[in-house]
């Protein structure tokens, strides 16, 4: 059986950079107490 590697890269990639956003960007607000903006700016860094 084929493995089609180009379809694992493309969903190991976009699961990554989710699990990026939710714990880092998360972390900032629950932590933190980071403002709504700090939250949009480190999500928008990480993606």
């Known amino acids: 059986m084929k493995t089609n590697y180009l379809k694992r890269y493309i969903i190991s990639s976009y699961v990554l950079v989710w699990m990026l956003i ?6 900032a607000i ?18």
């Open 22 to 27: 939710i714990f880092v960007a998360g972390a």
């Open 30 to 47: 629950l932590v933190f107490h980071a403002p709504p903006v700090i939250m949009w700016i480190v999500r928008n860094l990480i993606a």
